[in-house]
């Protein structure tokens, strides 16, 4: 039986990325297998997480924000929620850092490229095992468990703080959305 549906709903992206980042960085901390793919997608999650809420805040303070936030990239939207708040980021301590390492790693992966490194540099090795070791490009220096655990807890202050600066509701996490459809029978 085809029926039709009818109605409207509100989605709150920025909800859904944090949900996927937390996701990805349960499978990391639950299994070494696929840990570094979950790492990056937890770290990248998290860097959509922020930009998303940027769009949603811009959307509820300013009318034209459609065509503003195509023009301003990502930090500079940031700093210009944090004028109009009142919010000093320092970008050399937590939370505010990793708004920084967070869209420079998203930007990095997004636009990757092969690349061919130099290295020296000492190592620790287990005598019986001198072939485990690893050495690769920065991003994949990044993308290790501990810093995937800070960017997805600094990134969810970043925007607890924003969220409470602009008067809105306690938990901006707490809903991905709702609507009202109806079913015509």
């Known amino acids: 039986m085809k029926t039709s549906v009818r109605g409207g709903f509100e989605t709150i992206t920025f909800a859904?990325?944090?949900?996927?980042?937390?996701?990805?960085?349960e499978l990391a901390e639950y299994s070494e297998e696929g840990q570094l793919y979950n790492v990056i997608s937890c770290i990248i999650f998290s860097a959509f997480t922020l930009e998303a809420y940027f769009?949603?805040?811009?959307?509820?303070?300013?009318?034209?924000?459609?065509?503003?936030?195509?023009?301003?990239?990502?930090?500079?939207?940031?700093?210009?929620?944090?004028?109009?708040?009142?919010?000093?980021?320092?970008?050399?301590?937590?939370?505010?850092?990793?708004?920084?390492?967070?869209?420079?790693?998203?930007?990095?992966m997004a636009h990757g490229k092969t690349s061919t490194d130099e290295i020296q540099m000492e190592i620790e090795v287990e005598l019986g095992n001198i072939n485990h070791f690893s050495v690769g490009p920065t991003w994949k220096d990044f993308a290790t468990l501990k810093n995937a655990k800070v960017a997805l807890n600094d990134i969810q202050q970043v925007i607890k703080e924003l969220h409470l600066a602009a008067g809105l509701e306690d938990n901006p996490f707490s809903s991905s959305g709702s609507g009202l459809l109806a079913v015509q029978m």
């Open 16 to 25: 859904y990325m944090n949900i996927g980042a937390t996701h990805m960085l």
């Open 55 to 108: 769009n949603h805040l811009g959307s509820l303070r300013h009318d034209d924000w459609s065509k503003v936030e195509r023009k301003l990239p990502k930090l500079k939207k940031y700093k210009k929620f944090c004028d109009e708040l009142g919010i000093t980021p320092d970008f050399n301590k937590r939370p505010y850092k990793s708004v920084v390492s967070v869209f420079k790693f998203r930007d990095t």
